[in-house]
Nanobody
Framework: QVQLVESGGGLVQAGGSLRLSCAASGSIFRLNTMGWYRQAPGKQRELVAGITSGGSTNYADSVKGRFTISRDNAKNTGYLQMNSLKPEDTAVYYC???????????????WGQGTQVTVSS
């Protein structure tokens, strides 16, 4: 069982920055992939950024060059640094991880509770 707690969302002016955190807890043996998704009102959930256990990253075209995903494996925590924020970045952001739990051969998927990011113009 893996639980995710997100923090760092809030209200920021256009051009500002926020850093989201995703802390994983439970019987974790290893965190595999980590990702951040977002969903704006009336829109589908979309992948914003992902990172593998080896550190390879992928970004949505809309955030490339502005957002940076990272992870601290020792702390079982992932981050999303968001710079040069735009009003269109306004959404609920969700952390997603795939993790192998202690004593298990299999990876499980977990979602954070979501954190609101609002960017004013």
């Amino acid at each position: 069982q893996v639980q995710l707690v997100e923090s760092g969302g809030g209200l920021v002016q256009a051009g500002g920055s926020l850093r989201l955190s995703c802390a994983a807890s439970g019987s974790i043996f290893r965190l595999n992939t980590m990702g951040w998704y977002r969903q704006a009102p009336g829109k589908q959930r979309e992948l914003v950024a992902g990172i593998t256990s080896g550190g390879s990253t992928n970004y949505a075209d809309s955030v490339k060059g502005r957002f940076t995903i990272s992870r601290d494996n020792a702390k079982n925590t992932g981050y999303l640094q968001m710079n040069s924020l735009k009003p269109e970045d306004t959404a609920v952001y969700y952390c997603n991880v795939r993790a192998q739990t202690t004593g298990s051969w299999y990876s499980v998927e977990s979602w954070g509770q979501g954190t609101q990011v609002t960017v004013s113009s």
